[in-house]
């Protein structure tokens, strides 16, 4: 199953970087983005969240808040934050429950060889707990600047 733009964003608690548990009942009322990746310290993975960390004060400036979401653990969520310094927050999804309702827990294959994984996927969600955009299939360069201008047009129109 994979969500749709006007469809509800679903329900989710989830351990952040630090431990602490982030619901949607927690960040709902303002808009924020959750863009899934496969694997912390990765190239592609690292480089974007150094992107989406650079572009945070901007993000915050529009009143957008940023989670990565990841199945990798609280531990190596954090040794991945403080190693590159990043400064959004990394949600750790080790039961794929968001990864699965967002539809991106997939099956990919590699050199012929086939394995469940995370597509890189994100979406923008409204202040209204709404899909209002999604980036399917994510190219890493320029995406975070990309996501920004669609997160300001969003709440220069809430």
């Given at each position: 199953m994979t969500i749709s733009v006007g469809e509800n964003c679903p329900d989710f608690t989830l351990p952040d970087d630090h431990g602490d548990p982030v619901a949607l009942a927690d960040v709902r009322g303002k808009p924020f983005v959750l863009y899934f990746y496969p694997k912390d310290d990765t190239s592609g993975c690292?480089?974007?969240?150094?992107?989406?960390?650079?572009?945070?004060?901007?993000?915050?400036?529009a009143g957008v808040a940023v989670f990565g979401v990841s199945p990798d653990p609280v531990k190596k969520h954090q040794k991945f934050r403080d190693k590159y310094e990043?400064?959004?927050?990394?949600?750790?999804?080790?039961?794929?429950?968001?990864?699965?309702?967002?539809g991106v827990w997939v099956e990919k294959?590699?050199?012929?060889?086939?394995?469940?994984?995370?597509?890189?996927?994100?979406?923008?969600?409204?202040?209204?707990?709404?899909?209002?955009?999604?980036?399917?299939?994510?190219?890493?360069?320029?995406?975070?600047?990309?996501?920004?201008?669609?997160?300001?047009?969003?709440?220069?129109?809430a």
């Open positions: 690292t480089r974007e969240a150094v992107d989406f960390s650079g572009l945070a004060a901007d993000f915050q400036a990043l400064a959004v927050r990394l949600l750790s999804d080790e039961e794929k429950v968001l990864l699965g309702a967002f294959s590699m050199y012929g060889r086939k394995y469940m994984g995370v597509e890189r996927t994100t979406a923008l969600i409204d202040a209204y707990g709404k899909v209002a955009r999604i980036w399917p299939k994510v190219k890493v360069p320029g995406h975070a600047e990309e996501v920004l201008e669609a997160a300001r047009q969003l709440s220069v129109g």
